[in-house]
């Protein structure tokens, strides 16, 4: 439980850095509470970049939240270990 509390706090740290929209909750849709598809590619690639995991493109598009992003990070991360 605690690795996913870790996890889900690194990708709030992560979206408030790169983006500077520091208002994210876990469960919102962070596009909603003000990153821009600009500001998408450069967060992916900082999440691959501090997860060292590949995140491929239609499932970060399909995780609009933090929560999501962190679940998502962490199931990638398995069955990249594996």
Same mark, same amino acid.
């Given at each position: 439980? !605690?690795?996913? %509390?870790?996890?889900?706090? +690194?990708?709030?740290? /992560? @979206? =408030?850095?790169? /983006?500077? *929209?520091?208002? *994210?909750? $876990? ?7 003000? #990153? /821009?598809? #600009?500001? +998408?590619? $450069?967060? %992916? %690639?900082? %999440?691959?970049? &501090?997860?060292?995991?590949? @995140? $491929?493109?239609?499932?970060?598009? +399909?995780? =609009? !939240?933090? =929560? &999501?992003? !962190?679940?998502? @990070?962490?199931? @990638?991360?398995? =069955?990249?270990?594996?």
């Amino acid at each position: 439980m !605690s690795d996913h %509390l870790d996890s889900l706090d +690194a990708v709030l740290n /992560t @979206i =408030r850095e790169v /983006t500077g *929209v520091s208002q *994210v909750l $876990p469960d919102q849709d962070f596009y909603d509470a003000g #990153v /821009t598809s #600009v500001q +998408a590619l $450069p967060l %992916l %690639l900082e %999440l691959e970049e &501090r997860f060292h995991v590949t @995140i $491929p493109d239609d499932q970060f598009v +399909a995780a =609009r !939240s933090a =929560r &999501r992003l !962190s679940e998502m @990070i962490q199931d @990638i991360g398995k =069955r990249e270990c594996a």
